[in-house]
């Protein structure tokens, strides 16, 4: 069984990227190979990305989620029908105003791997839905002030439980269970 994953770079204010959607504050850090060694064990584990249908236009220009290294199956949200894109190995399936089904459609593709939600808006509504078993925040050590927000906006508290925590050069390294409402009661 799939586990459904928030997967994000962000601030330490929270923001992925700044307001122009730029994340070159991301790149030229310092870093580690323990930070790598992070980074790599939670992609080796995706099986499937679901994201925004606002991807589409930058899967043609070539700007393709985890750069293009993950040939997985990527579920992207849309409001329009539209044929999928085969990109470098990876295929683009675009899924219309149901969330809950690009996520399932992506636990099925991903087996016992993990499905990684990119970007705050899907991010959210996942949330939202009780969808979402983990979050796995890389935390850069820099502070934007403005942006583009992970979790601004989600409307409801969410309790976590704290599965690991790490820190090397660049970068500190999250990971939370979602407490999932019927667990929490107990």
């Given at each position: 069984m799939a586990t459904v994953i928030v997967h994000a770079t962000i601030t330490l204010d929270g923001f992925l990227a700044d307001q122009d959607g730029s994340v070159d504050w991301m790149f030229g850090r310092p870093s580690d190979p323990e930070d790598d060694f992070v980074v790599e064990?939670?992609?080796?584990?995706?099986?499937?990305?679901?994201g925004g249908a606002n991807r589409s236009q930058t899967i043609e220009d070539d700007e393709l989620p985890y750069g293009g290294m993950l040939k997985?199956?990527?579920?992207?949200?849309?409001?329009?029908?539209?044929?999928?894109i085969?990109?470098?190995?990876?295929t683009y399936t675009f899924v219309v105003d149901d969330i809950?089904?690009?996520v399932a459609l992506a636990a099925q593709s991903a087996g016992d791997g993990?499905?990684?939600?990119l970007g705050g808006s899907i991010s959210r509504q996942c949330l939202r839905l009780g969808l979402v078993d983990e979050l796995h925040l890389d935390v850069a050590p820099v502070l934007l002030g403005d942006g583009i927000p992970l979790f601004t906006g989600l409307g409801q508290r969410v309790e976590l439980e704290r599965l690991e925590t790490s820190?090397?050069?660049?970068?500190?390294h999250l990971r939370y269970r979602v407490v999932k409402p019927s667990a929490a009661a107990e």
């Open positions: 064990r939670v992609m080796s584990r995706i099986g499937a990305v679901v997985v199956p990527v579920y992207l949200m849309t409001h329009s029908a539209r044929e999928p085969e990109r470098g190995g990876t809950s089904e690009a993990w499905v990684s939600l820190a090397y050069a660049s970068e500190a």
